[in-house]
């Protein structure tokens, strides 16, 4: 089977992502199953830059289709803060007990209908011919009262959607990859790939 490359080294996603590709003919590795350790700098100033960047800089080290995410947590009532700074937010390395405990801080006085949030992913796949494809997936929510949940990663215990009347992190593995921002991203670029391999046949 051919192999293709998902460019992350966070644990989280590549388990959701290779759950959510995994009806596609290819093998999903992760950086670290590819044997690749650079670190590409995310410095672009937005989701797409920088998805663009990490995909397009592994295809050209490894030569397979690459695909890399750049997502982030966008918050009304901080005029859209951490977005594209969402990782590095108060430091890489601050747990994010930590850093959900500073947001709902942030948003102590703040009443619901102003308490809007979304999660953002753009998906870059790059061929090794220098083709490029992004799609991009938002979930919409609000930023909830206390923590609550513990599936999922980074802002999930805050993040809370109506619909489900739950936190991201009170969601099971399948609810989450069915309605999230990664997932709704990578259904698109399933349907490009798909119609890039059409074109090719
Ligand atoms: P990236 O790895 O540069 O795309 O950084 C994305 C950051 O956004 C993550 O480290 C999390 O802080 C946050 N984030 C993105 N997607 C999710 C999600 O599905 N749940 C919780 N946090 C997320």
Do not use: C
Not at 83 to 105: F, M, Q
Not at 134 to 155: A, D, H, P, Q, S
Not at 159 to 164: I, S
Request: proline residues 4%; glycine residues 8%.
């Amino acid at each position: 089977m051919q192999q293709m490359i998902f460019a992350t080294k966070n644990k989280g996603k590549i388990k959701e992502i290779k759950a959510i590709l995994s009806d596609l003919p290819l093998e999903v590795l992760s950086m670290e199953e590819a044997g690749i350790t650079i670190d590409v700098v995310e410095d672009g100033a937005t989701f797409e830059e920088n998805a663009l960047k990490k995909a397009v800089e592994i295809a050209k080290i490894s030569g397979k289709l690459t695909m890399a995410d750049d997502s982030g947590l966008e918050i009304d009532f901080l005029d859209g803060k951490p977005g594209v700074y969402s990782a590095r937010y108060l430091g890489e390395n601050t747990p994010y007990t930590e850093k959900n405990a500073h947001i709902l801080s942030l948003l102590k006085e703040v009443p619901q209908q102003k308490r809007g949030a979304r999660f953002v992913s753009v998906i870059a796949a790059a061929f090794p011919d220098g083709k490029t494809l992004t799609t991009e997936g938002v979930i919409e929510g609000r930023i909830g009262y206390e923590i609550k949940g513990e599936n999922g990663f980074g802002y999930d215990p805050i993040f809370f959607v109506p619909e489900k009347g739950k936190t991201t992190a009170q969601l099971s593995p399948e609810e989450k990859n069915a309605i999230s921002h990664r997932a709704r991203a990578l259904q698109k670029m399933k349907v490009l790939l798909q119609k890039e391999w059409e074109g090719q046949m």
